[in-house]
């Protein structure tokens, strides 16, 4: 099994006909259409971006939550 790239759907060598080669290595996608959108911007896919902004901002309150309440619930009397 391989990995779109694109959807992140498994597919299998055998029974896509949807391949790119590049760099010495193949790459498998489960339709023509994800196969355009990688061959339109492969560095997107091969090198993702980090989490943005935002994902971070959230995250990061998340953790501040933890923190704050830890595994006791917030006391109320
Ligand atoms: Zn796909």
Not at 35 to 47: D, G, M, S, T
Not at 50 to 76: D, I, M, W, Y
Request: glycine residues 6%; hydrophobic residues 25%; positive net charge.
């Amino acid at each position: 099994m391989r990995k779109d790239l694109v959807c992140g759907m498994d597919v299998s060598e055998t029974e896509t006909s949807q391949r790119i080669e590049q760099h010495g290595e193949t790459y498998y996608f489960c339709s023509e259409q994800c196969k355009e959108n990688f061959a339109n911007n492969p560095e997107k896919y091969l090198h993702p971006r980090k989490k943005g902004v935002f994902t971070r901002f959230l995250e990061r309150l998340a953790k501040e939550n933890h923190q704050a309440f830890g595994n006791k619930k917030p006391s109320c009397h």
